[in-house]
C-alpha cells in the first residue's frame, strides 16, 4: 500500500511498542543494579520514597526475595504510571547526583531513540518501501545523517540496514531524530512515486516527535537549485618531520557531502620529501575513485606550515602510473591554507570579519599590493593592513622560510586577518599585479581560486589576452576560508590511534 493511499489521523501520542517498552524497561534495570542499588536495601527504600515524593502518590509494590527483582517492580510500575518514568528520572538524579548512571537513565527517559517512538506498523510499511533500495552514494547519506562524530561503522547493504543503524541514534536537540533526516536525504534521491511516498511519511513522523521544524528547514536545503556552487574538498596538510627534515607527515581529509563540514580524517603517512607528489597523486586517484558516482565540482587544498608555503604543488601532476602524468590545476582549483592560522585562535576574529566582508564586496578595490618600502619600517605594514577595506595582499616577494618579525608580509597578513594572500617566485612585481588586476576585475575577487585555473588552463592554448598567461601556472594563491577548519587533537571525529599518534607528536615536540 502506498503513502498516498494510507490514512493518517491526529498526531498519537508517543507510546512505546510492547517489545520496545521491555527492552528499555531492562535497560534502565540493569543501569540502577550497577548504582548498587539491587544490593543496597536502603538506597532502594529511599529512591522509591522519592519516587513517591515526586509523583504525589504512592505506587503499588509488591515485596520480592531479590533486590533486582524488586527494582524490577519499581521500574515497571512507573511505567504504567502517569509521570512515573519522569518521578524515577528525578528521584535517581537526586539520589546519584552528577554520575554517568543518572545522565544515561535521563537520556532513556528523555531522548529515546526512533525505533522506541515509531508504531510496528509504521515500520512494517517502511521495511516494504526501503529493503533493496540502495540510492547513490548511500554511505554518505548515512554519515550525514549520524554526523561524522557518531557514524556507524561498515557500509549498508540498502537503505532499510541504513535507517535501522540509524534508530539506535538519540534524538537530538532539534527534535529531527536522525532516521528521520536519513529518510528525507533518501527521498530526494528516489524518483517518483517512491520519493513523494517517503516525503510524505517522513512529515507525519516528524509531526509525531516534534522535529516539523527542523524537517522544513532539511527540505529547504535540498530544494531544486538550492545546491548550485557547492564543491567538494580534498584537503592534504604536509608537515615537516620533527627529527627527519628531509621526511614529511602527509594527512588527508576527504569530503563526501558538499554541506557537511569537516569529513573524517582519512590518516597519516610519513614521506621522502622526493615522494610527496606521488603521494598526492595517490590521494587525488583514491578520492576520485570514492567520487565517481558525484557531479559536484572539486577543490583541491594543501594546508602547509610557513616552511613550505613555497612547494610547487600547483606544479604537481596525478597519475603517473600511466606514463603520461596530468596536471592537477587542469582538474581542480589549486590553493593553499596557512597551517599556522589554523591552529592560532587568537587570529580568528579578525580572520572572519574579513571573510565575511569579502563575501559581501568581493570588489577589486580591496586588493593591497604590498611594496618593499611597507616592510621598511618596523610594524608599517601592520598599521596599514589595520585598514578593514584590504581583503587580499599581494606579496612583494615570496616569503621567506623564517619570518621577520615587525618587517614580514605573510606574518602580518595572516594576523590580520587578511583571508587571501598571493605571490610569485619569480615575476617582476609589476607583472604580477598587472596578472591579478586582471583576475580579480569585474567583481572576480571572490571566484579568484576559480578564475585562476581557467588561466592555467589557458595558458595551455594560444589564447590572446591583455596578460602573460604564463605567469598564472606559477601564482601563488593562499585562500582561507574560516568555516572550514580543520581540528587534530581535539576532534571528536578521531579515531582513538590517530588522536594518540597526534599527542605523541605533540609531546615529542
Known amino acids: 500500500m502506498s503513502a498516498g493511499e494510507r490514512t493518517y489521523g491526529p498526531s498519537p501520542e508517543l507510546h512505546l511498542p510492547s517489545t520496545v517498552r521491555v527492552a528499555v524497561r531492562e535497560a534502565i534495570v540493569n543501569l540502577l543494579a550497577k548504582a548498587g542499588l539491587a544490593a543496597d536495601r536502603p538506597g532502594r527504600a529511599l529512591l522509591v520514597d522519592l519516587i513517591h515524593d515526586n509523583l504525589g502518590f504512592p505506587l503499588t509494590l509488591s515485596e520480592h526475595a531479590t533486590g533486582r527483582d524488586q527494582l524490577i517492580d519499581v521500574v515497571n510500575a512507573c511505567a504504567r504510571a502517569e509521570g512515573g518514568m519522569h518521578a524515577l528520572d528525578q528521584a ?203 557531479r559536484e565540482e572539486v577543490a583541491l587544498e594543501f594546508i602547509l606550515p610557513r616552511a613550505l608555503v613555497n612547494l610547487p604543488v600547483h606544479r604537481w601532476c596525478k597519475e603517473h602510473e ?72 599581494v606579496l612583494a616577494e615570496p616569503p621567506p622560510v623564517r619570518p621577520r618579525p615587525g618587517e614580514d608580509e605573510l606574518a602580518t597578513g595572516l594576523r590580520t586577518g587578511i583571508p587571501a594572500l598571493l605571490w610569485h617566485p619569480h615575476a617582476p612585481a609589476e607583472v604580477v599585479r598587472e596578472l591579478v588586476a586582471w583576475l580579480v576585475d569585474g567583481g572576480g575577487l571572490g571566484d579568484l581560486p576559480v578564475r585562476t585555473q581557467d588561466s592555467r588552463r589557458a595558458s595551455f592554448r594560444e589564447v590572446t589576452i591583455p596578460v602573460d598567461l604564463r605567469v598564472a601556472g606559477d601564482l601563488v594563491i593562499l585562500w582561507d576560508d574560516p568555516s572550514r577548519l580543520i581540528f587534530l587533537d581535539d576532534g571528536p571525529y578521531l579515531s582513538d590511534v590517530t588522536r594518540e599518534n597526534a599527542d605523541e607528536r605533540g609531546k615529542a615536540s
Open 92 to 294: 535517581v538524579r537526586m539520589l546519584r547526583p552528577g554520575s554517568p548512571e543518572a545522565e544515561l537513565l535521563h537520556r532513556l527517559v528523555h531522548e529515546p531513540r526512533m525505533h522506541d517512538l515509531l508504531p510496528d506498523s509504521e515500520l512494517l510499511w517502511l521495511r516494504s518501501a526501503l529493503a533493496g533500495v540502495a540510492p547513490p552514494r548511500l554511505g554518505a547519506l548515512l554519515r550525514r545523517s549520524a554526523s561524522p562524530a557518531a557514524c556507524p561503522a561498515g557500509e549498508p547493504a540498502d537503505a532499510w540496514e541504513a535507517f535501522c543503524l540509524l534508530t539506535e541514534f538519540n534524538t537530538p536537540a532539534h527534535g529531527l531524530p536522525p532516521a528521520l533526516t536519513f529518510i528525507e536525504l533518501v527521498a530526494a534521491e528516489c524518483p517518483r512515486p517512491l520519493g513523494d511516498e517517503l516525503r510524505e511519511w517522513n512529515t507525519w513522523q516528524a509531526r509525531r516527535v516534534q522535529g516539523e521544524a527542523r524537517l522544513h528547514e532539511l527540505r529547504a536545503e535540498h530544494r531544486p537549485g538550492a545546491g548550485d556552487g557547492l564543491r567538494l574538498h580534498l584537503v592534504i596538510m604536509v608537515e615537516v618531520d620533527g627529527i627527519d627534515p628531509d621526511r614529511h607527515v602527509v594527512s588527508h581529509w576527504r569530503q563526501e557531502d558538499p554541506r557537511e563540514w569537516p569529513p573524517a580524517r582519512g590518516g597519516m603517512a610519513t614521506v621522502q620529501g622526493v615522494d610527496l607528489e606521488h603521494h598526492v597523486d595517490r590521494l587525488v586517484v583514491d578520492a576520485e575513485r570514492a567520487w565517481a558516482e558525484y
Open 322 to 393: 600511466t606514463g603520461d602524468p596530468r596536471p592537477l590545476s587542469l582538474d581542480y582549483p589549486i590553493v593553499i591554507r596557512s597551517l599556522e592560522r589554523m591552529f592560532s585562535r587568537q587570529w580568528h576574529r579578525a580572520w572572519r570579519i574579513r571573510w565575511e566582508a569579502m563575501l559581501g564586496d568581493p570588489s577589486a578595490e580591496r586588493v593591497y599590493y604590498c611594496r618593499p618600502q611597507d616592510t621598511a619600517k618596523r610594524h608599517r605594514l601592520d598599521a596599514t593592513l589595520s585598514d578593514g577595506r584590504w581583503l587580499v595582499m
